[in-house]
Nanobody, 122 residues
Framework: QVQLVESGGGLVQAGGSLRLSCAAS????????MGWYRQAPGKQRELVAA????????NYADSVKGRFTISRTNAKNTVYLQMNSLKPEDTAVYYC???????????????WGQGTQVTVSS
């Protein structure tokens, strides 16, 4: 069984910072790409940032470029999202996603965390 557990969300004033963490646990052979998504009320879930297996390549939504940084620590099966200069429009539930392989005989499958609320007040 695989679990992704996010932490680090909360309430912050505009211009502030938060750091989200997502730790994967359970039967894991390899984790491929990992990413952060968010979903605001009444809107579709959108990709915020993604990072490759080695961490050598990252991808960001235009709305967060220059403010958010994604990183990962493979030894801990953990991905992070450092969020700076937060704006009220960043308010959403943030979800972690991991494309991982449970055993070397299986194909990769995407897993989601339960989500963590980020609220930015003006």
């Amino acid at each position: 069984q695989v679990q992704l557990v996010e932490s680090g969300g909360g309430l912050v004033q505009a211009g502030g910072s938060l750091r989200l963490s997502c730790a994967a646990s359970g039967s894991i052979f390899r984790i491929n790409a990992m990413g952060w998504y968010r979903q605001a009320p009444g809107k579709q879930r959108e990709l915020v940032a993604a990072i490759t297996t080695s961490g050598g390549s990252t991808n960001y939504a235009d709305s967060v470029k220059g403010r958010f940084t994604i990183s990962r620590t493979n030894a801990k099966n953990t991905v992070y999202l450092q969020m700076n200069s937060l704006k009220p429009e960043d308010t959403a539930v943030y979800y972690c996603n991991a494309d991982l392989v449970k055993t070397k005989l299986e194909r990769s499958t995407g897993y989601w965390g339960q989500g963590t609320q980020v609220t930015v007040s003006s």
